[in-house]
């Protein structure tokens, strides 16, 4: 089962932030917070993933609260092209493969 | 980002036949792959892990004679659906892992079977 809960679905106007919340009660110290997205009739695509400190890369920003039980995604000028289905995941990072569970996901819908 | 690349991205067969997936790592090597199902508006299942050189371990409620899968090589693993019914039509998505850099997957392989 997918340790994760978020909301079903949100909207967002074009060039306004989205802030995609996320949450994790139950994870452990070594389990990292991952988020990816799909878009329609495609594979899954990684945006970002952190610990506990906050993350930012060229796609996002990844906000972790400091009891690391829920964690927020940002994504600073949203587009028409952000629309998908936004993923949180938790899961060990290992040197090996990556099995990931995921949840139902937030339906983002960008707005023009 | 590494690239995994799946084939074909859509296929169409007939009740009762057998349908191959591939799934390829480009530009690394894999020794674990993992193939997913996704029904319409539903979230990513996991099917099954594919070991490079040893058999695969399905999740609960998968049919290991249903969907074969063979990890012949480091880049390469098949997902064959035997026996295809109706009820098999689904989006079928694989992904790999590259050391430190994480989980990538496939474009998916949307299955009709009429």
């Known amino acids: 089962d997918a340790k994760t809960t978020q909301p079903t679905s949100m909207d967002c106007a074009e060039g306004r932030a989205a802030n995609l919340p996320c949450n994790h009660s139950?994870?452990?110290?070594?389990?990292?917070v991952y988020w990816y997205r799909q878009i329609h009739s495609q594979g899954p695509q990684y945006i970002i993933h952190?610990?506990?400190n906050n993350e930012t890369n060229e796609m996002a920003s990844l906000i972790i609260t400091e009891d690391r039980k829920s964690s927020t995604l940002i994504l600073p000028h949203a587009t028409l092209r952000d629309t998908a289905v936004y993923y949180c995941?938790?899961?060990?990072?290992?040197?090996?493969?990556?099995?990931?569970?995921f949840g139902q996901g937030t339906r983002l819908t960008i707005n023009p | 980002g590494a690239v995994v690349s799946q084939h074909p991205s859509r296929v169409i067969c007939k009740s009762g036949t057998s349908v191959k997936i591939e799934c390829r790592s480009l530009?690394?090597?894999?020794?674990?792959m993992f193939w997913y199902r996704q029904f319409p508006k539903k979230s990513l299942m996991l099917m099954a892990t594919?070991?490079?050189?040893?058999?695969?371990?399905?999740e609960q409620g998968v049919e290991k004679d249903k969907f074969l899968i063979n990890h012949a090589s480091l880049t390469l693993s098949t997902l064959t659906v035997t026996s295809a019914h109706p009820e098999d039509s689904s989006f079928y998505i694989c992904?790999?892992?590259?050391?430190?850099?994480?989980?990538?997957f496939g474009q998916g392989t949307r299955l009709t079977v009429v």
């Open positions: 992904s790999a892992t590259k050391a430190s850099q994480g989980a990538f």
């Open positions: 139950t994870i452990s110290g070594n389990e990292y």
């Open positions: 952190g610990l506990k």
């Open positions: 995941i938790v899961r060990e990072l290992h040197q090996g493969a990556q099995k990931l569970v």
């Open positions: 530009d690394f090597q894999a020794t674990t």
């Open positions: 594919s070991n490079e050189g040893s058999k695969a371990t399905y």
